[in-house]
């Protein structure tokens, strides 16, 4: 939520102590990912918001306005929707997101930096929570490291390393990263399926009645009241890095394409060299052992159908030219 902070920052003394979490962007150690981050592959596709208050303590205020569903879908614009006290946001995907290697998805709202010490940022934060079948859904475990004996309200500035696995920690333009191996080996969460992201606003007041708690059950300290049309986490969208939607064609130089499908299986996967040129492949599981290798010109199939399922690794290799297609057994 914009608004105009006076020259003269609060700042309180235990935000100088060491940082627990990685820190703000561009500060060395950050996690942020950028909006323009060629990792993220595809954007949420729907959003429904449920407005929260105002101000939680004084619900007759109402709720906020600023924003419609529509600007939490596709890539971030210069739109946000805003969640209000405790409000809530579902998303969905075209396709569902699945646990890769590092961060899987990312979150991204429209804090800002001080200018005169970039460590600093006005921040609104929000709980994250998945699902894989859009009835049971479960939290990442969030950690504040803040204090929570003086409130942070809407003029003081906070620092992104006093959090950790809240969205909204970085400012805009930044994503906030999850790691869906976070959640892994909860029964009935697929963390290789996740068709649902939906996201909790956190209430930043330290009041006992209203606090938002961490996973230790400590109260997040947070910009509170903020009774505003903006009121609350503003959400700008949520980009996707490890996604089942389906790969099609690699180029692996001027002349030469291969189409590999379906991605993900349950059994048969063609290799195409659409230039009819001559192929080298090998197929590894996660471990690095070889399961199978060969060449071809023009087409091949390979069949996982008696393999696990989980991740295999397809090496393709044409003259100087080399290329690695992560392959989804489901």
Known sequence: ???FLSSTILLFAML???AQYAPQTPLQGNTAIPQNDSRIVDWAATCSIERGWLDIADTSLGHPTLGSESDAVGIPGSGVVSLGDSGVAVLTFNYHIYN????????FENGFSNPENDSFAYLELAFVEVSS???HYFRFPASSAMQDTVQIDNFTYSLASKYHNLAGK?????GTPFDLEDLKNIQGLDIN????????????????LYASMDKDNHIINEAYPSPYPSAGFDLNGVGVINSLKPTSVKELNNSV???IYPNPTNDIVYIISENG???HYSLKDITGKEICNGSFSGQTFLSLKERNKGFYFLYLEYGNEHFVQKIIKY
């Open 16 to 18: 100088s102590a060491k």
């Open 100 to 107: 890769g290697s590092g961060a899987d998805f990312a979150v």
């Open 193 to 208: 399926n996740i068709s649902h992201v939906r996201l909790v606003d956190v209430i930043g007041s330290i009041n006992p």
């Open 257 to 259: 394409s291969i189409k």
């Open 1 to 3: 939520m914009y608004r």
């Open 133 to 135: 079948d859009g009835i």
């Open 170 to 174: 970085y400012v805009s333009g930044y």
């Open 277 to 279: 040129n001559k192929v």
